[in-house]
């Protein structure tokens, strides 16, 4: 059986995977001793299904399918606790940043709804300088199909005058947009290319 297992290792293994994610992560994962720091020090660890050490071994082992289709490259919360106790020097979150982004063009993105509030999040940034969580969370609940999703917290979060009803106006706003333009940009640019170079499958 274990014998089966590595073929089938060996046989799903996408080189150009490991170099890709090494290349965007700009980290050298092939450095990783499997020591389980990283996991030991995630709090989601518990909800993954692969911890973090273990995402860590399957790019290693090219494994792209599953690592991209992975719910803990989405349920990571980009905390760094796995950064700051690798032994390597190995920025980890780093590198589950830079699998969501993958994930993304791949379109093999496991958790939809999460990828959904990274958007609205962003969106809101983008609009308003800063996140307006009240404009946020209903827009969010809708488009995830659960209208009432958190309305329990709404009144002790309100009592604390943690949620307001107006955006704040934040002084550099047009500065913030501006970042997200210039990333704009540089995604079309990154796009470009690869169009180019796409074969044409219309007959
Ligand atoms: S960055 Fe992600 S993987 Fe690393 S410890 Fe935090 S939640 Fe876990
Ligand atoms: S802490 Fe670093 S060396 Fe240890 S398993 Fe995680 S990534 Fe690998």
Known sequence: MERAHTLTIQKTCDKDFIRRVEEASEQEVSKCYQCGNCSASCNYTYVYDYPVN???????????DIVLRSRSVWLCA???????????????ACV???????????????????QMFYDEFLKSVKTFGRVFETGLLPVYNLKAMKPFGDMDLAPKVLQKGKLHFLPSRIKGRKHIAEIFERFEEQGKKKQEPREVNEPSHSQ
Do not use: F, H, W, Y
Request: with cysteine.
């Open 54 to 64: 273990q995402i860590m071994r399957l790019i290693q082992l090219g494994q792209k």
């Open 78 to 92: 980009a905390c760094q606790a796995c950064t700051t106790r690798c032994p390597c020097n190995i920025d980890v």
């Open 96 to 114: 589950m940043e830079a699998l969501r982004v993958m994930s993304r063009e791949e379109n093999t993105v496991s958790l939809k709804d999460v």
